[in-house]
């Protein structure tokens, strides 16, 4: 589920939707967690799939660890790639902003997170824009970017959470004991990779 402080509107032609922060939303906040409405779409399912729906799939999913396309349900799929995100996919299964988000601003993500299968080319404004996204990014930027989602998750008790509700028992004891000790419980972005 995503963030309910958020709205789609059209970016521009060429890039299409983006997802917008319709109030503030504090650096530390969860911006999206999986739920159970999410559309959880194995190997075996996509390849049965015709190409009508593949291309959807491929479009809008992303991959998990597992290996699994997950299709979200609602203005998740719409969230655009931004090199300089302000929001980013943590190993506890949530995406957090890891800076303020101002009202009106586009809510971004990192797709090098993403398991891509492919290099995808980039429409990134943004200066020091890498151009394109592929399946490397991950390993070779996740020290960089687990430094930037430890510093936000240090902030997650500490600011409003909307989708807190969604945060089952397992899960909040994993949070618990991050935030008793960060050092000892901080899940580095590598797990996020998918294993084979």
């Not at 998990?64 to 931004?82: F, P, Q």
């Not at 989708?163 to 580095?188: M, T």
């Amino acid at each position: 589920m995503f963030h309910p402080s958020s709205r789609l509107k059209n970016k521009s032609t060429r890039i299409g939707l983006g997802v917008y922060a319709t109030a503030f939303i504090p650096r530390g906040t969860i911006t999206y967690i999986r739920d159970p409405l999410e559309l959880v779409i194995d190997d075996a399912a996509y390849a049965t799939m015709p190409a009508c729906l593949q291309a959807p799939v491929e479009r809008y999913a992303y991959v998990d660890e597992t290996g699994a396309r997950i299709l979200s349900w609602d203005l998740g799929k719409y969230v655009n790639h931004c090199c300089f995100p302000n929001t980013m996919t943590t190993a506890f299964g949530f995406e957090i902003a890891i800076r303020d988000i101002l009202p009106g601003e586009e809510i971004t993500d990192e797709y090098g997170l993403f398991n891509l299968e492919s290099p995808m080319d980039l429409s990134c404004s943004k200066p020091g824009c890498r151009k394109r996204v592929s399946s490397d990014d991950l390993d070779r930027l996740y020290p960089i970017w687990d430094e930037q989602v430890k510093a936000a998750l240090l902030l997650i008790a500490r600011v409003d959470q909307p989708l807190w509700d969604l945060v089952d028992d397992p899960l909040n004891e994993k949070i618990q004991a991050f935030l008793d000790n960060p050092d000892q419980h901080y899940p580095s972005l590598q797990n996020v990779k998918r294993r084979s």
